[in-house]
Every structure is written in structure tokens, then in C-alpha cells.
């Protein structure tokens, strides 16, 4: 079994920044990618940002320029720096793991993001 544990969600004021981490153990015998999703009240879950094994990332439109994914393949951590927050980022944030291109992977149990003054 693969656990995935997230730190770093909050409140915090619209032009702030938060700083998500996630980290995976278990029984890791691979990884495609690593990334992050959200789910807004009322909203479906939509990614936010993913980065592969390789190095490759994908942003959200909504994201792109204001929030940087990262990761560390030794320590199998996954970090998504959130700069300029507006308030339609208030969501429930996920960590996912995928161990193959297109599995859906194993998932953390969310971490609170609240945008508002």
C-alpha cells in the first residue's frame, strides 16, 4: 500500500502565498508522476499542477505564472509553491501518485486551501 501525506493548506489573504508538501511511502515500486489536484465546493476535481519522473510539468491556465511545482525523486516528495492567491482558489487540495501513464493512482486525503480577507 502506498501512503501519500500533505501539510502546508491554511487560511490566507487574496495576493498571499502558501507552500503545499507532500510525501509518499510505502510500497513504491514506481513512479510516473507526482502532482496535484483540487477540489472546489461545488466543483468538480481539476489538476493543478503535475511534474513526471522525467522532469516534465503541466500547470492549470488558471495557475500558470503564479503557482511552481517541484519534486524530489530520491525522497519521493512533491512540493507546489502558491504565490498570488486569489479567492477562487479556495479549494481542497490533493497529492497524487501515479505509478504508470494514465493510472489514476493513489491519492492523500486533502489538504484545506482558504483564500479570503
Known amino acids: 500500500q502506498v501512503q501519500l501525506v500533505e501539510s502546508g493548506g491554511g487560511l490566507v489573504q487574496p495576493g498571499g502565498s502558501l507552500r503545499l508538501s507532500c510525501a509518499a511511502s510505502g510500497s513504491i515500486f514506481s513512479i510516473y508522476s507526482m502532482g496535484w489536484y483540487r477540489r472546489a465546493p461545488g466543483k468538480r476535481r481539476e489538476l493543478v499542477a503535475s511534474i513526471t519522473r522525467a522532469g516534465t510539468i503541466n500547470y492549470a491556465d488558471s495557475v500558470k505564472g503564479r503557482f511552481t511545482i517541484s519534486s524530489d525523486n530520491a525522497k519521493n516528495t512533491v512540493d507546489l509553491q502558491m504565490n498570488s492567491l486569489k479567492p477562487e482558489d479556495t479549494a481542497v487540495y490533493y497529492c497524487?501518485?501515479?505509478?504508470?501513464?494514465?493510472?489514476?493512482?493513489?491519492w492523500g486525503q486533502g489538504t484545506q486551501v482558504t483564500v479570503s480577507s
Open positions: 497524487n501518485l501515479a505509478p504508470d501513464y494514465g493510472s489514476n493512482g493513489y
